[in-house]
Every structure is written in structure tokens, then in C-alpha cells.
């Protein structure tokens, strides 16, 4: 290392494929990331050198890779030695500035997870389900194997998945804080697979490793009709316990024979229905090697999916917080009424006094009516309760392997609220974390940015779902696609994107169809399926997510190896659709929900028009992947391009500029998806602006209304933006700000006159497709957005409005953080700008462009823009 090196601040993140210091990647050719967030520096080269530790704790080589003379930072590959299952990297980054002075990092490491099959001797392992099991009762078995150690360990690995969801124990602790582990994808195609540091937990002698299997996803129930056993109906655990001795001995436990299962106190754990727990069968140090073997029988065999195992660096659920009840009341007849003041999603924890054997009863609901009862109406077929009954005469109680969206609860089955000693809200969903603020002058905005964000963490559970609560919490492409721009400005979504695009791309038929949900699943055939259509096919607006979420991400995280992952299906899906729509024109074959602007409250929106603009879309989208890749394809999804465009202006816009039927919608996504012909745009400007100033609110469903106030902002009508958006209207965010809502609903008007949630299973409180305005916030009101892939150029363009003050946005980028905020007084525009180092921005003022340099940058501009 240089003399004249000194230790970086402590804002510099360093990363390996943009996780810290993760174990189980899945590639052998990772990549690095470096931040220093630190105004005026500057990176004129930098250095790499690494250590690798192998498999069973040997170092096996060194990796210096000289000074590179590169502004990069971000997603740096790894140019070392070949690296191989379970190897061990430490790792550390050399900087220089322009001026030669020297800077490093702290050490950081990560960890290749197992790549190949013949790196797994364990066989999957479970328990039969009793002759007896329905679906009020399937148990959740208790799987154990007790083994010696013959010294002390030095580094010891686990790697596990499971048929379900699996529970990890070693010598009575939970190995990790992970929930819902290995998580949903199409088990057909990939079982995902978790590796755990387990040094400390284990010691000389004696040890017991354990696990709780639920049906999870894999066996529980899925959809609309709760339909159980999708995937397979018996649950198995797939273990690897790789333990390395300080005496040089390695010792691998597996799944095999020698374990033992039995059934305990977990009667029943669907995410649907709830929980079913007695405390009667609870068996205690279970997973001590001192405990009894005694009703413990040996395991069998059982199939394992057939999918790939794949190792999942993460991010995954965890317990985020604990809420304290706001609200807690008895009713006359003894029972418990909670509220927690906002939405969660999770489940309850109670620590509570009762008789042996007494039952005590818990209900979810996101809202209650009138008369302090549970709305229950919106959750479809999920129960969403959970029934405990009591075995010692104090409990401690939480729920294993079901959760649901709920702000209120109530409590049967206790003897008033002084046999209740503690009761919280346990708040969970996916560890992602959040990288953009925005604030403003207005309390309005303010709550729909807070609301929105709260929405999204709550759909973050694995995969993105569209609610929490009801018998639904799927995959829906169409709904994320809108709100994808809004969520990777708001949370560092890369990572958790990494594995639902690969739901996706598993999704993909044969023919290049995606079908609207991912992961995938049968449903039944139309005879026995409640909800009418079909839903498994292709869906325009919905399906073309598969190709919009892969490309906002690029956007916003700059990384090209996800191109050249989706590129192949993307291309597929882009001529089947050209094949089935020659002449650009998409027909939908119904017009079903899959193919209208869902929610809308006008008259409506063509569905061909709608389907023919995302087809167009999806063109371009493609048509970009292929000149970022510099693949061969890109002069002919160019051409496609343009002939789409022509196409859709000759079809739906007519002389005088109408589009359409004349929906918000309909001159919305031609105007924002560069639709409209230039001999066509003042027309067709006038003709949009004329149709906002009549409605004076949001007529627009989930896919227009991501475009609306963008399209206002484009034809130079902010103030109609700023109009509809600030509406103190009903339905209207102002409206739903005064009704006290704490997450996005689904509905536009979701309460009745009297104040109360309407009973409609299609009335979610917390969906996030109507809070896809955030996007506009961030890159129109406070004016910040990524003008090249991955923020290395920013765009500024403030457009103040509405009687705005002042507004302020900022992102932390994978360069640094970036912000834009303004102050708007009675001659001027004073303008605070960061741009993040080795990065430029464009100020965007007054129909001029200024670049503006690395570092802080403070201006004050005519306020006549």
C-alpha cells in the first residue's frame, strides 16, 4: 500500500454485486462497486486486490489487479483467478485522485454459493402428512440429526433449501433472522438455495441441526381459489452442513437417513388462512442434543423439485419493527379490539396469562366498520386468523409461516385485557433499503410520497406482489411496471429485482408469451376457476412488465449483464407479438381486465388503443436493449419502431387531435410514449389540455395514470399537473389524506358516503398501482432524474408549480448521492444542486440545457421558466 495512503470516510460503500458482503452468490464472476460520497472528489484509477480462502478453509491464491486508469466504480468485474463453489474472497479497493493522492478501503468479502449438483451429497428428507390431514390441519413436521464434532470448528457452512418453507435450528437457536425461506419461485424451474455462516453455533462434542417445514408457497394455498399442492403436496428439507476443524478434519452432515421427524405444535400455517397453533404439543429442546428421542421416527426419502438449484444472495424478508397498538378496547362481550394506527405487513405477537387449554382466537382486517367490527369483506377467501390454544400458563406467541396486510386485530378467548400482558404489530417484508427522499412545500404531496413508499415496502415479500391481505398477494407484472419508476428512485431495488426478473423470465411459454403473474402457476380449468377470464395468458399492458421492469432497472442501476439476461426472451416476446400483429394494430381477443385501463372512472379507454401503445412501448424498450448490447437485431426493432408509431398515429389519432375515445388515458400514452406524429402535436396538445380542464381530477385507471401529469409537465402544462394532482376533490389524494389512509388503496373512492370501507374483495388498502405519481415528484417537481443508465449523467428539471415554496428530492446513486431542491421566491429560483463524483448532470431551464460538473452547485434563476 502507498506511504501516503490514509483510510477513506465513512460513506464509502463497497459492494459485490451491489450487496454487502454476501454469501451465496450465484455467479463465478462477480462484480464490484466502490461509492465515496464525498463532494469534490474525484477518481482518476483504482486498484483491486483479493484473497481467496476455499471451500474447506485453505487459502488458495491472490488477485492483484494494478492500477487501472478508470473513473469507473460501479460494477467492476472481477478479473482474477477462476473462482469455484464456496470460495471465499476478502477483498479491498486502492483509489487515486487526479492530484495522485492515494485512498483504500476496509476489507470487505463475499462468498460463492454451491454452482454445480456433485457439490451436494444430501438427499431430500420429510415426513409423510397424517392419514388424517385436511386442509384445517397439516401439520408442520419438526426434522432433527444429532452428530459429534471432533475438535473445534474453524468454519462451518449450511446450506439449505426446502419442498415449502424450511426453518433452520442448530443447538436451540434459529440460525438466521430470514423469513419464508428459500421464498416462491416456479419450483419447476428454480429452488432457490440459502447459505448461512454457522461457525459460532456450533461446538466440540455433541451438536443437533433442525428444521420447521411449512407448506409455504410450494404446497400451501395459492390465488384466487386457494387451490393447495401447485407445486407438490409433500413438504422435504435439502440440507449441507460443510464444517471445517481447527485439527484439519472436515465434516459434512447431510439430509439422508439419519435424520428424525416428528409433528408439534403447529397444526396448520397457511398465508392465507392463518396459523393454527397448541401450545399442548409444543416440544421443547427440540433441537438440543440432550433432548429425548423418544416419538421421534426416521425420515424418508421424498422427492425434490425438479428445478435448478440456484444460490440466493438476497435481499429477504425480515422483521423490520415491532409497533406498539395505538388503540386498545374491550368489547361487552370480553373480546380485544387493536389497532396499530397504520397498515402493516406481518402479524401479531402476544404474550398473554391463560388456563391450560384455552383457545384463544386472533382476526386481521385492514379496516373495521362502523360499528368497530372487522371489514372482512375485502380479504376474499383468506381467513386471515390465527388460533392458538394454551399450554403453559404464560405464552409468548408469534406466528412461523403466515402473514397478511392489516392495520387492526382482534383478540377472543381472554378474560379481559389483564390476562393480555403484551401485544405488538410485527412488521415484515424484504430487507431493501431506501435510497430517495422527497419533500416539499405541500402536505398533500408530502403524505402521498410517505404513503406510497409505506405501500411498496408492504408489497416487497419475496417477489412484488399487488396487495397484502386478500386471497391474491401475487406477482402482477402490470401493476409493478407502473410503479417501477417511482420504486427504484425511492429503494435500492437492483438487488430484489435480480431474483423476481428471473420469476419472470421462468414464466416465459415456448411461443414467447408471458403470462401476466410471476411466478407462474397453474390455475384450474375455466369450469372450477372463480374468477373469469383466463388470466394465464397475455395479457399487452400487463404482460409487457416482462420487458418495462428489466429496462427501468437498467436505468436506474446501470447493469448491463441484466440486459444480456433478459435480451433473448425479451426479443422472442417482441416477435410473437409482431407475428400475431402484422400491421402493428393489437386486437386484444377480449376485453377483459388484462386489456382495459383498470379502475379507470371514465368512460373508458379503447382496449386496442391501450394494447397497441404498450406494444409500441415494448418495441422501443427492445429496440434500446439492442443498441445498449450492440446485438444485430438493432436495425430491425428500429425499423419496427418507427413503423409502430405511424402505425398507432394513423389508427387512433384523428385530424383534429383527438385520441381515442378521448380519455386522460388516451392522449396521456401517446403523448408520453412519443406517439404523436409533430404535424398531429399542437392538436393533439390543445385537445389533452381541453379534457383536464373540463374533468378537473384523475378520470385515468392504473396504466394511464403513470403517464398523465409527465404528458401535462411534456406539453408544457405543469400548472394542469399540479391542478389535478393537488384537487381537493373527491376521490383525490387530498381526499385520501383526510380520510386518514396510510398506504395507497386500490380503489379511487374506496369508503361509501357514511365513511366506511366499502365490502368489495377488489378494495385493497394497500395496492400500489395508483402511486405511480411518485416518479412525477421526484423527476417534474423536485426535478431530479437519470439521464443516462445507472445515474452517470442526471437530468434537473424543475417545473414549480401549484403555489409551491419549495421542493427537494435526492437519490442515493451507485455513485453517490444526487439531489435537487429549490426555493421559489418573488425574482428568482434559487436552485441547489449535488451531482455525485465522476458524474455530470443537465440543467434543464427556459428551453436551454446547462451541463453542470461534479460537486455542489448552488444558482439562482429567472423564475420566469
Known amino acids: 500500500m502507498a506511504v501516503n495512503a490514509k483510510p477513506l470516510e465513512p460513506t464509502l460503500r463497497i459492494l459485490t454485486e451491489q450487496r454487502p458482503n454476501p454469501i451465496g452468490l450465484a455467479t463465478r464472476k462477480p462484480r464490484f462497486s466502490w461509492c465515496l460520497d464525498q463532494v469534490g472528489w474525484a477518481q482518476e484509477a483504482f486498484r483491486i486486490r483479493a484473497r481467496i480462502?476455499?471451500?474447506?478453509?485453505?487459502?488458495?491464491?491472490?488477485?492483484?489487479g494494478g492500477w487501472m486508469l478508470s473513473a469507473q466504480s460501479h460494477l467492476v468485474p472481477w478479473g482474477g483467478p477462476s473462482l469455484l463453489s464456496g470460495d471465499q474472497v476478502f477483498w479491498h479497493v486502492a483509489l487515486r485522485e487526479n492530484d495522485g493522492r492515494e485512498l483504500f478501503s476496509e476489507e470487505g468479502s463475499f462468498e460463492i454459493g454451491l454452482l454445480d449438483r456433485s457439490d451436494w451429497s444430501a438427499v431430500c428428507v420429510g415426513l409423510p402428512a397424517p392419514v388424517h390431514a385436511h386442509d384445517d390441519y397439516r401439520p408442520c413436521p419438526h426434522l432433527r440429526r444429532?452428530?459429534?464434532?471432533?475438535?473445534?470448528?474453524?468454519?462451518?457452512?449450511?446450506?439449505?433449501?426446502?419442498?415449502?418453507?424450511?426453518?433452520?435450528?442448530?443447538?436451540?437457536q434459529r440460525v438466521s433472522d430470514r423469513l419464508f425461506r428459500p421464498g416462491w419461485t416456479d419450483y419447476r424451474k428454480r429452488l432457490l438455495v440459502d447459505t448461512y455462516d454457522v461457525t459460532d453455533l456450533l461446538v466440540p462434542g455433541e451438536n443437533c441441526l433442525g428444521a420447521i417445514l411449512g407448506e409455504g408457497w410450494f404446497a400451501g394455498a395459492i390465488g384466487f381459489e386457494g387451490r393447495r399442492n401447485v407445486y407438490g403436496k409433500q413438504t422435504g428439507l435439502l440440507a449441507q452442513l460443510e464444517a471445517c476443524l481447527e485439527n484439519g478434519e472436515i465434516v459434512c452432515i447431510v439430509t439422508d437417513s439419519e435424520w428424525t421427524g416428528r409433528f408439534g405444535p403447529i397444526l396448520a400455517s397457511d398465508r392465507y388462512s392463518g396459523e393454527?397453533?397448541?401450545?399442548?404439543?409444543?416440544?421443547?429442546?427440540?433441537?438440543?442434543?440432550?433432548?429425548?428421542?423418544?416419538?421421534?421416527?426416521?425420515?424418508?426419502?421424498?422427492?425434490?423439485?425438479?428445478?435448478?438449484?440456484?444460490?440466493?444472495?438476497?435481499?429477504f424478508v425480515r422483521v423490520q419493527k415491532m409497533l406498539a397498538p395505538s388503540c386498545i378496547s374491550t368489547t361487552e362481550n370480553g373480546d380485544i379490539r387493536v389497532d396499530l394506527a397504520k397498515s402493516i405487513t406481518g402479524w401479531a405477537k402476544l404474550e398473554f396469562a391463560a388456563p391450560y387449554g384455552r383457545i384463544v382466537n386472533l382476526a386481521f382486517a385492514e379496516a373495521r366498520r362502523i360499528d368497530g367490527s372487522l371489514e372482512t369483506g375485502t380479504l376474499g377467501n383468506a381467513r386471515c386468523r390465527d388460533t392458538v390454544t394454551v399450554g403453559s400458563s404464560l405464552l409468548e406467541w408469534q406466528p412461523h409461516f403466515t402473514y397478511r396486510g392489516?392495520?387492526?386485530?382482534?383478540?377472543?378467548?381472554?378474560?379481559?385485557?389483564?390476562?393480555?400482558?403484551?401485544?405488538?404489530?410485527?412488521?415484515?417484508?424484504?430487507?431493501?433499503?431506501?435510497?430517495?427522499?422527497?419533500?416539499?412545500?405541500?402536505p398533500v404531496m408530502n403524505s402521498y410520497f410517505d404513503m406510497a413508499r409505506r405501500t411498496l415496502k408492504m408489497n416487497l415479500f419475496d417477489i412484488f406482489t399487488d396487495c397484502p391481505q386478500r386471497n391474491e398477494r401475487l406477482g402482477w407484472l402490470g401493476d409493478a411496471a407502473q410503479f417501477m419508476p417511482s420504486a427504484c428512485k425511492m429503494l435500492e431495488m437492483a438487488p430484489f429485482l435480480e431474483k423476481w426478473i428471473g420469476d419472470i423470465l421462468d414464466a416465459q411459454d415456448k411461443d414467447g408469451v408471458f403470462p401476466p403473474q410471476a411466478p407462474a402457476y397453474e390455475q384450474p380449468p375455466p369450469p372450477f376457476r372463480t374468477v373469469s377470464p383466463d388470466l394465464t395468458g397475455l395479457g399487452r399492458a400487463v404482460s409487457d412488465g416482462a420487458v418495462l421492469i428489466p429496462w427501468t432497472t437498467y436505468e436506474h442501476a446501470g447493469d448491463l449483464r441484466l440486459l444480456e439476461n433478459v435480451f433473448p426472451a425479451a426479443l422472442h416476446f417482441v416477435r410473437h407479438s409482431l407475428n400475431a400483429a402484422p400491421d402493428y394494430i393489437w386486437h386484444p381477443e377480449d376485453t377483459s381486465l388484462l386489456n382495459i385501463d383498470w379502475l379507470a372512472r371514465d368512460e373508458g379507454t379503447d382496449p386496442s388503443l391501450l394494447c397497441t401503445a404498450y406494444l409500441s412501448q415494448t418495441i422501443d424498450r427492445v429496440a434500446r436493449m439492442a443498441a445498449a448490447l450492440g446485438h444485430d437485431a438493432?436495425?430491425?426493432?428500429?425499423?419496427?419502431?418507427?413503423?409502430?408509431?405511424?402505425?398507432?398515429?394513423?389508427?387512433?389519432?384523428?385530424?383534429?387531435?383527438?385520441?381515442?375515445?378521448?380519455?386522460?388515458?388516451?392522449?396521456?400514452?401517446?403523448?408520453?410514449?412519443?406517439?404523436?406524429?409533430?404535424?398531429?402535436s399542437d392538436s393533439v396538445c390543445r385537445q389533452f389540455a381541453r379534457v383536464v380542464e373540463q374533468e378537473g381530477q384523475f378520470t385515468s385507471g392504473i396504466y394511464?395514470?403513470?403517464?398523465?401529469?409527465?404528458?401535462?409537465?411534456?406539453?408544457?402544462?405543469?400548472?394542469?399537473?399540479?391542478?389535478?394532482?393537488?384537487?381537493?376533490?373527491?376521490?383525490?389524494?387530498a381526499y385520501w389524506q383526510r380520510s386518514g389512509l396510510t398506504t395507497i388503496p386500490e380503489l379511487w373512492d374506496p369508503f361509501d358516503d357514511d365513511g366506511e370501507l366499502k365490502s368489495d374483495w377488489g378494495n385493497s388498502l394497500c395496492h400500489v398501482a395508483l402511486g405511480s405519481c411518485t416518479d412525477w415528484l421526484f423527476s417534474s417537481v423536485a426535478g431530479l432524474a437519470p439521464d443516462a443508465p445507472g445515474w452517470r449523467r442526471l437530468r434537473f428539471a424543475p417545473r414549480p408549480g401549484g403555489k409551491l415554496e419549495h421542493a427537494s428530492a435526492s437519490v442515493r446513486t451507485p455513485y453517490g448521492t444526487a439531489r435537487c431542491g429549490w426555493h421559489l421566491n418573488s425574482r428568482s429560483l434559487?436552485?441547489?444542486?449535488?451531482?455525485?463524483?465522476?458524474?455530470?448532470g443537465n440543467l434543464h431551464w427556459n428551453g436551454e440545457v446547462h451541463r453542470i460538473e461534479a460537486g455542489a452547485t448552488v444558482l439562482s434563476l429567472s423564475n420566469g421558466g
Open 53 to 64: 480462502i476455499s471451500r474447506h478453509g485453505g487459502e488458495r491464491g491472490h488477485w492483484d
Open 830 to 840: 434559487e436552485v441547489e444542486l449535488l451531482v455525485p463524483p465522476n458524474c455530470s
Open 704 to 733: 394511464g395514470i403513470a403517464h398523465i401529469l409527465p404528458a401535462l409537465t411534456q406539453i408544457g402544462r405543469a400548472d394542469l399537473a399540479y391542478s389535478l394532482f393537488q384537487s381537493q376533490s373527491r376521490p383525490g389524494f
Open 146 to 172: 444429532i452428530f459429534s464434532l471432533g475438535g473445534a470448528v474453524k468454519r462451518a457452512r449450511l446450506h439449505i433449501t426446502s419442498a415449502g418453507l424450511a426453518e433452520p435450528w442448530l443447538n436451540g
Open 406 to 442: 392489516f392495520r387492526h386485530f382482534d383478540i377472543s378467548g381472554l378474560d379481559g385485557e389483564h390476562q393480555l400482558k403484551r401485544v405488538l404489530g410485527v412488521s415484515a417484508h424484504s430487507d431493501v433499503e431506501e435510497i430517495g427522499q422527497f419533500s416539499c412545500s405541500d
Open 634 to 680: 438493432t436495425a430491425e426493432l428500429c425499423d419496427h419502431r418507427v413503423k409502430a408509431k405511424q402505425a398507432f398515429a394513423g389508427e387512433f389519432i384523428n385530424s383534429n387531435g383527438l385520441v381515442g375515445t378521448g380519455s386522460q388515458t388516451s392522449f396521456a400514452l401517446a403523448i408520453s410514449m412519443g406517439l404523436v406524429p409533430q404535424e398531429k
Open 276 to 315: 393454527v397453533f397448541d401450545a399442548r404439543w409444543e416440544l421443547d429442546n427440540w433441537c438440543l442434543p440432550e433432548s429425548s428421542c423418544e416419538a421421534w421416527r426416521p425420515c424418508s426419502e421424498v422427492p425434490l423439485p425438479a428445478g435448478s438449484l440456484v444460490p440466493s444472495p438476497g435481499p
